[in-house]
Nanobody, 125 residues
Framework: QVQLAESGGGLVQAGGSLTLSCIVSGIIFSSAAMGWYRQAPGKQRELVASIPGVGLGLPHHADSVKGRFTISRDNAKNTVYLQMTSLKVEDTAEYYC?????????????????WGQGIQVTVSS
């Protein structure tokens, strides 16, 4: 079965950095589009960044994190990363790794076929 294991979350002061990792098993990782999502209390889950399978395009970052967050992948390690710098209090959320993203026309969104359990990132002022 497909498994996603996230790590790297925690508490950090505003302006600091964290790197999230997500190790994936059970799928052909190199060809799967991957994404990081987040959900803050009382808000909808949102796509933070996505990266296509090898040779299929460029990464995309949400406007709110552009220039501060970077998504990357290591296909040899079946791992996707989210490097977060210049963190802000408003980045506080539960972060979720998503695997095998597909476009859902009814939602006009990229939706993963598989989700990680989520990992908390808290940014203090």
């Amino acid at each position: 079965q497909v498994q996603l294991a996230e790590s790297g979350g925690g508490l950090v002061q505003a302006g600091g950095s964290l790197t999230l990792s997500c190790i994936v098993s059970g799928i052909i990782f190199s060809s799967a589009a991957m994404g990081w999502y987040r959900q803050a209390p009382g808000k909808q889950r949102e796509l933070v960044a996505s990266i296509p399978g090898v040779g299929l395009g460029l990464p995309h970052h949400a406007d709110s994190v552009k220039g501060r967050f970077t998504i990357s992948r290591d296909n040899a390690k079946n791992t996707v990363y989210l490097q977060m710098t210049s963190l802000k209090v408003e980045d506080t959320a539960e972060y979720y790794c998503g695997a095998d993203l597909g476009w859902v026309p009814e939602l006009k969104k990229l939706v993963p076929h598989h989700w990680g359990q989520g990992i908390q990132v808290t940014v203090s002022s």
